[in-house]
């Protein structure tokens, strides 16, 4: 019955053909703007080893300097600690926090990374408007007591319903992260270094984006389900999703605020842990972005939790009220 | 036969039906009257699983309904609520498709007997009032629906639509289907109903298994007062 429904949404989108092409062409046009973003900043030339020095010499260099270093320059002393740590020295790094602008030598990073940043941006109004149109619209038109009426089971109808938006996003995601893995093929191993709390962590470029998508589409589901609830709940279609997008804007704009630059572009340093859960919304695509820390897991966690809870919140909703 | 057994319902303190219970015969036609607010429109909703009674039994033939199994029941309430982009084929093959069906020619068949074979190309937001509900009466035919339920199906109507979505429904009780229609235009329902209930405040107050020839409107009017005359 499930997979009845699934088709027949389906169908239902391949009906609205002209939509889908306008979906389609818009997220197209969005994405190859946003790709080119790193063209309007100047390239930096990543700094390489001086030539006849070896990495040993480089590494009791820093030895010898973490002993002399003052206790009160922290942030020196655990830059320092990190490269002897991990055994590796500053000039195979590249800085997260100049990675959508050119490496020399490497200027697919910020073409690949600028498109899976714009992609995560769409996630949210693409989230919002699959939640219109597979839940809101229907029950306010009153097309899904139609649907109902034609025999099918309300649970099989919502499941089916919830497994096209999730496989829509999933779908996204996946294209998404492909072609920005496509576009850095030959770069995902390089290692991106940045400031983690009064430390520093370390990521390849592949990882890197691995997480954004995971975050994505952690952070399109989320969006899915609540602007469907929402929509639902409140009197007119569009109320809950514009409410919605407008507090994921201000929470965007506030989280950047708060953290110097973008937000995900910078420090985590500078974003307490009670800082990621106030600010919620925009703050999933920076967990996302250091997915390889702590608060990550817990936040991704959080949401996902979140989102089962207003899944949960839909279904009871719709059998009760009778959607 | 249909049975409705002591069916209550309440909106949060507000009794909306008080102990409802009445039979309807297979294949016939029976009036459910009453003025606004009267709660036709939530029985028929229960009857249909819209929505679930606070306590009260629906049953067929003696069972329980089950309801999206058996007895197949069809409820149009207000305006059909179709997909307006598509045309009125293509919206019945896909709630054909969703219920599991496969045969198209049950779908132009159907459209065959409401009188709307010429129009299955055209785009339901193109079809005038009277040819929606026309294409719901296709909708329950297709959905081979054992209890078809109309409420207020004349409302906004010319008499000439009015006519034809009679004829449709004589139609079907002939076939065997069991309509119960609910109206406050009552003068409409006169020629063509077997049987008639009056429901007043939640509570029927008139049930005639035999209904047939009576002047319903007149029986209506002396039984039901006018708001501000009950005292």
Known sequence: MIIRVVRHELKLVWSRFWVLLLVVAFLVGALTLLSHIPDFYETIVAEARPDGVAKAELLSQYRAALEALDPSEKSKIALLNFFLKTNTDQFEYFELANITTHYLGAESLATSYSFIEGAALLTVPLGIVLGLLLFVIPSKNGSIQMELSSGIKRSSLLLGKIIVGFSALLLYCLISVSVSLIAAKDNLNQLFLFAYRDGYASATFGSLLCMKSLGMLTGGVFFFVASSLLGIVLPRSYLGPSIIFAVFFLCFLFSNVKAPKWGYYGEPSGLSFKTLFLIPFSNIFLASNFGFLDESAIVSAVYLLLTAGLVSGLFVYIKKANV | ?231
């Open chain 2, 1 to 231: 036969m249909f049975e409705i057994k002591g069916i209550t319902k309440k909106y949060w303190r507000k009794t909306v039906l008080d102990n409802v219970s009445f039979e309807v015969d297979k294949g016939k036609i029976c009036a459910l009257c009453g003025v606004n607010g009267a709660g036709k429109t939530t029985l028929l909703k229960i009857m249909s699983g819209l929505v679930a009674p606070k306590s009260g039994m629906l049953l067929f033939n003696g069972e329980p309904f089950v309801f999206g199994e058996r007895p197949v029941v069809s409820c149009l309430i207000e305006e059909p609520k179709f997909y307006p982009h598509l045309t009125g084929f293509d919206n019945l093959w896909l709630l054909y498709q969703l219920s599991g069906g496969k045969d198209k020619e049950v779908i132009h068949s159907a459209m065959e007997k409401v009188g709307l074979k010429a129009k299955e190309n055209i785009k339901y937001s193109k079809y005038s009032l009277g040819m929606k509900k026309r294409l719901y009466l296709a909708f329950s035919i297709m959905r081979d629906s054992d209890l078809i339920l109309l409420d207020e199906p004349f409302n906004g109507l010319d008499p000439l639509a009015v006519k034809k979505i009679k004829e449709i429904v004589v139609d079907l009780s002939k076939q065997g289907k069991t309509i119960l229609l609910s109206s406050h235009m009552i003068v409409e329902l006169e020629d063509i109903v077997d049987a008639a209930i009056f429901i007043d405040h939640g509570k029927i107050i008139y049930n005639n298994k035999n209904a047939s020839g009576t002047e319903l409107h007149k029986l209506f009017l002396e039984m039901v007062p006018a708001e501000g005359e009950a005292e």
